[in-house]
């Protein structure tokens, strides 16, 4: 089992900038790949960023260029570098780590950027 803990969620203006956390524990060995979705109001949950164990990276177009992901593998740590933020970015946003066998998510972290 391998469980998620997200942080670094918050209020913030539009163009400014958060970062967020996940750190990862348990089988942490099993995981292969982390990444980042999120989940607005009335939306489907959709993703955001992902990184492989090996920091190969994958972004969703509406991101691109204004967020970046990265690990920690030292610390079992992901981190979601959140820039020139718009109010369309306000969401709920999870972790997701991918093993072999299993999916995991986090509890989410609320992200509002206002206008």
């Known amino acids: 089992q391998v469980q998620l803990v997200e942080s670094g969620g918050g209020l913030v203006e539009a163009g400014g900038s958060l970062r967020l956390s996940c750190i990862a524990s348990?089988?942490?060995?099993?995981?292969?790949?982390m990444g980042w979705y999120r989940q607005a109001p009335g939306k489907q949950r959709e993703l955001v960023a992902t990184?492989?164990?090996?920091?190969?990276?994958n972004y969703a177009d509406s991101v691109k260029g204004r967020f970046t992901i990265s690990r920690d593998n030292a610390k079992n740590t992901v981190y979601l570098q959140m820039n020139s933020l718009k109010p369309e970015d306000t969401a709920v946003y999870y972790c997701?780590?991918?093993?072999?066998?299993?999916?995991?998510w986090g509890q989410g972290t609320q992200v509002t950027v206002s206008s």
């Open positions: 997701n780590a991918l093993s072999f066998l299993n999916n995991y």
């Open positions: 990184i492989t164990k090996s920091s190969s990276t």
């Open positions: 348990g089988s942490v060995v099993s995981i292969n790949a």
